[in-house]
């Protein structure tokens, strides 16, 4: 099974700076099948990034993603105070299927 | 506008069997697609529990496989989920999922289903 693992847990920024998000795969079945998600406090997660780097529908430029070997990373540039939640990497291919990892907590300050 | 919606009881018995429907609008279960559950313990992360093509044809999770089925209603453009032995360990919020592009799109509201 590969693990997803991110860092960091928590990552306390403030309005208007840049948050690097990132996730590291112990095993990597396809450089593309990785995506990212957004959940706030009692909603269901948002897809944000899919095929490592491509934004979904509706997400604005300030997300980004891309990868370098077996770590893949989510940037969030001109952070806003909405930006607030839990941030998870995914990844296709494996067994099971789909993996996440643990989550960061984005706090804005 | 893709919009999932689950339901299904919220409580079950421990060693009972937790059945989840998952009705789909905006687009027809029977085009081609996966459509996928996703469970989330209290303050924990994610884990998908496994998938269901428009035939019926079905991938599961390993660390649930002898435990879970999936199934498709086309006539009534929904699909389920069955878990059978439950226990305290499967108290989660669970979310039906439209699939995308090796990624899960569009998402339910999410149902919490209590074993108790």
């Known amino acids: 099974e590969s693990v997803l693992t991110q860092s960091p847990d928590t990552l306390s920024l403030s309005s208007g700076d840049r948050a690097t998000l990132s996730c590291r795969a112990s095993?990597?079945?396809?450089?593309?099948?990785f995506a990212w998600y957004q959940q706030k406090p009692g909603q269901a997660p948002r897809l944000l990034i899919y095929d490592t780097s491509r934004r979904a529908a509706g997400i604005p430029d300030r997300f980004s993603g891309g990868a370098s070997e077996t770590d893949f990373t989510l940037t969030i540039s001109r952070l806003e105070p909405e930006d607030s939640a839990v941030y998870y990497c995914?990844?296709?291919?494996?067994?099971?299927?789909?993996?996440f990892g643990q989550g960061t907590k984005l706090e804005i300050k | 506008q893709v919009q999932l919606q689950e339901s299904g009881p919220g409580l079950v018995k421990p060693s009972g069997t937790l059945s989840l429907t998952c009705a789909v609008s905006?687009?027809?279960?029977?085009?081609?697609?996966?459509f996928s559950w996703v469970r989330q313990a209290p303050a924990k992360g994610l884990e998908w529990i496994g998938e269901i093509w428009h035939t019926g044809s079905t991938n599961y999770n390993p660390s649930l496989k002898s435990r879970v089925t999936i199934s498709i209603d086309k006539s009534k453009n929904q699909f389920s989920l069955e878990l059978k032995s439950v226990t305290a360990a499967d108290t989660a919020v669970y979310y039906c999922v439209k699939n995308g592009w090796y990624s899960l799109d569009f998402w339910g509201r999410g149902t919490l289903a209590t074993a108790s």
């Open positions: 905006g687009v027809s279960i029977s085009n081609s697609d996966w």
């Open positions: 095993q990597i079945f396809n450089d593309n099948f």
């Open positions: 995914q990844q296709y291919g494996g067994s099971p299927l789909y993996t």
